[in-house]
């Protein structure tokens, strides 16, 4: 992170500087010397090139922070002692738009000084007098000099806070132990309606089963006659 805010810092000055001295060389003779503009227009490409590179690196570096916070906020044991800046997904998420904030700050800070100096460069170079425009750039680039230096350091400062704020989050998530898995409760096995209701045969065997009946109970009765018969006339 310290060099990605270091780059940030001298490309930014960088460009500050690069456009300012191309702007005063253009304004302080009709002809600048071609040394002075090459150096100014070098400052310029140079440090516009280490201003986004330090801002893209930071901006990669804490989404891969935010995203490892979330995924060990999901799967570490969190107990009320353990000394956590970030302790759920709302404050990991306040946290970013906190990041992003101060992002949009830096790069504001530097997007208006260039904006502001180059509209006075075109407006004045070519309608007032020299001495006119000589005056109208000094007072632009010192005003918007000084709040592009304010919006600046106070974002890549607050930039630096929230990547200090995920890292050390993300660091003590590691140490803690991992979550352990939510005991599954067996669920009671609910008894077949086979249990409770007996199956009930076809009506087709029923009828079978009542006419063999009684042919049963027809055969008893002719040989519990003939039984009676036999011991009614013996011999």
């Known amino acids: 992170m310290k060099r990605f805010l270091i780059l940030a810092f001298l490309g930014g000055t960088a460009t500050l500087a690069g456009h300012t001295a191309l702007s005063v060389a253009m304004a302080s003779a009709a002809n600048p010397p071609v040394f002075d503009l090459l150096q100014a227009c070098a400052a310029l490409v140079l440090g516009t090139a280490c201003f986004a590179s330090g801002m893209l690196g930071l901006a990669e570096n804490h989404g891969k922070l935010s995203r490892k916070v979330a995924e060990l906020l999901g799967n570490r044991e969190i107990t009320p002692e353990d000394n956590l800046q970030l302790r759920d997904e709302t404050d990991l998420t306040g946290e970013q738009r906190r990041f992003w904030g101060a992002y949009f700050r830096t790069n504001l800070g530097v997007g208006l000084f260039l904006s502001s100096v180059l509209a006075v460069s075109l407006a004045l170079a070519s309608s007032s007098s020299a001495e006119a425009y000589r005056l109208a750039l000094g007072a632009v680039i010192l005003t918007c000099g000084f709040i592009s230096a304010v919006l600046g350091l106070q974002g890549l400062a ?13 660091a003590t998530l590691d140490s803690l132990p991992e979550r352990l898995p939510e005991p599954v409760t067996a669920r009671r096995r609910r008894q077949s309606r086979y249990g409770l209701f007996r199956r009930r045969a076809p009506s087709f065997s029923r009828q079978l089963d009542s006419g063999e009946a009684n042919r049963r109970h027809s055969d008893h009765q002719r040989l519990a006659e003939i039984r009676r018969t036999a011991l009614s006339h013996p011999g």
């Open 158 to 170: 607050r930039v630096r806070r929230s990547h200090v704020s995920v890292a050390r989050t993300a």
